[in-house]
């Protein structure tokens, strides 16, 4: 057993069971440099200062040397230990901890210390809580609006599965975007997201709509898990008729031998063949890239967003 197939099974022991399968070799568009710079320490000092954790070293974001620099990070909420076991995520799986009832503060302070303009919160799934978690969301972006004022604020929100009630709170909460992940095709959701239910989460995403008519919503794909370029173009369908104004496509990569192999790496051209697509489907915002994640770039991602409603608002306008 190799150290990297140890660490997988003490990080994922609910995975142990699983058939190792070979991590691939990555092709040179999809390689990227170690983290050095003294931003992405100066980072990684406050969050552990703070006991906040954040989803660009949970679940091994491959930007994060970039963001970091930046001092952009992504939060997660809700502690690090998730109620599900995907088979596409490095998020260990368990029994969390009850919630801390000073995170939302904590956050807030750290957005506040870093000097963000748009602020990324996300969680793990908590399907032990009552609420999913609800309530924890709603006083994180109450915290950060009450600290930081001026700061935008996206959520990326587990699926709040048989929890009645939840995704109407959240989104009466009113962050600037409400992102939720559908992830992957209908078709390997039994194999990739076992846990979750494909149209729970269309509908989650059409309700929160419903309920604040002005929201952004923001959803992600993965490719390289072996869905077909006709499967992607009818989910892109379907988030449409949701009204969801951004999507987000990027590569999948294997975290660990537990986890669900790379059926293929995509190329960059098939992903700009993604973003043609996408955009003659008619979302607002499209990012497809190898590297792509939900919250890469999403500061800027948002201001690109809110341009392109007001151009397409101001084209309705003057076609009436």
């Known amino acids: 057993m190799t150290v990297t197939d140890s660490a997988a099974k003490l990080r994922h022991p609910e995975k142990a069971h ?20 003294d931003e992405y320490h100066q980072t990684r000092r406050l969050m552990r200062g703070l006991a906040l954790h954040t989803v660009c070293e949970e679940a091994a974001c491959p930007n994060i040397g970039e963001c970091w620099k930046q001092r952009h990070a992504t939060f997660m909420i809700l502690g690090a ?76 929100t587990p699926d709040f599965m048989r929890k009645p009630g939840a995704v109407a709170r959240v989104a009466a909460a009113a962050p600037d975007v409400f992102n939720h992940n559908l992830e992957t095709v209908p078709r390997l959701y039994p194999t990739i997201r076992p846990g979750a239910r494909y149209f729970t989460s269309l509908q989650l995403l059409a309700r929160a709509k419903e309920v604040e008519p002005g929201l952004f919503t923001k959803s992600g794909l993965m490719v390289g898990l072996g869905e077909t370029k006709e499967e992607i173009g009818q989910v892109m369908d379907d988030l449409r008729a949701a009204d969801v104004d951004f999507l987000t496509i990027g590569q999948y990569l294997q975290p660990t031998p537990k986890h669900a192999a790379v059926d293929r790496f995509v190329s960059p ?35 690109r967003l809110r341009a392109a409603r007001a151009a397409h608002r101001g084209a309705v306008a003057a076609a009436e």
């Open 81 to 156: 230990v998730c109620t599900r076991a995907c088979a596409f995520c490095n998020v260990a799986t368990g029994k969390p901890l009850h919630p801390d009832p000073d995170e939302p503060e904590k956050v807030a302070d750290a957005v506040a210390e870093l000097g963000l303009a748009h602020v990324v919160v996300t969680s793990v799934d908590r399907d032990d809580l009552a609420d999913g978690g609800a309530d924890q969301f709603i006083r994180t972006v109450a915290a950060i609006r009450t600290r930081a004022p001026a700061v935008t604020i996206e959520i990326l």
């Open 18 to 37: 699983r058939p190792d399968n070979p991590i691939q070799r990555k092709p040179a568009w999809i390689r990227v440099k170690a983290p050095t710079s």
């Open 269 to 303: 051209e098939e992903f700009e063949s993604y973003a043609v697509m996408a955009r003659g489907k008619g979302f607002l915002m499209v990012s497809a890239s190898p590297l792509t994640r939900s919250s890469y770039h999403a500061g800027s991602d948002f201001e």
